[in-house]
């Protein structure tokens, strides 16, 4: 347990380097999450990360309501995020390193479980259960969410969650 938690410090402080290297503004982090955690980068970069993460995709064509915010996800070895969905987002995810699983659903009872490799990308849209699945070495993500209500932008707290394995 205590070179899981020295290998996930490292891991972060080595993310929050790069970032900072490729001259992302870090808006928010959290290191605590019980599967691994996330850094929200400012959105004002986000035709940079899309550029860097998203092969230059347009941000005109991510936005649904006007407004992006971009992520990288970490995930850790063996480890679930609820699984959920959201009222007022879609998501782009790209696998940036390891492999991770991802299951989606329109429907609360889950579907098969997708390997992603790094560069695979996918797609959930608005209201789309899914759960992103720790494989075997820690996965990172980048992700994009697509807001769909200008007026009421999504935030940490538009989860819905179906089940979760650590009672959230």
């Not at 808006?27 to 959105?43: H, L, M, T």
């Not at 990360?49 to 995930?75: E, T």
């Not at 998501?91 to 695979?120: A, C, F, H, M, Y």
């Amino acid at each position: 347990m205590v070179l899981e938690a020295e290998n996930k410090t490292k891991l972060f402080e080595e993310l929050e380097q790069e970032l900072q290297a490729n001259g992302f503004n870090i808006a928010k982090q959290d290191r605590s999450r019980p599967w691994g955690g996330f850094f929200v980068i400012d959105e004002a970069q986000a035709q940079r990360f899309a550029d860097m993460y998203f092969n230059g995709i347009s941000i005109d064509d991510l936005k649904i309501s006007g407004k992006l915010s971009p992520k990288i996800l970490v995930v850790a070895p063996e480890k679930r995020l609820s699984w959920q969905y959201h009222h007022r987002r879609a998501e782009i995810w790209r696998v940036v390193t390891g492999t991770v699983g991802v299951v989606t659903s329109n429907t609360d009872e889950e579907g098969e479980r997708k390997t992603l490799q790094p560069g695979d990308q996918i797609k959930l849209k608005q209201g789309e259960r899914h759960r992103l699945v720790g494989l075997e070495n820690w996965g990172v993500l980048a992700e994009i969410w697509q807001h769909t209500d200008a007026s009421q932008p999504s935030d940490e707290e538009d989860i819905v969650r179906v089940q979760d394995d650590f009672g959230r």
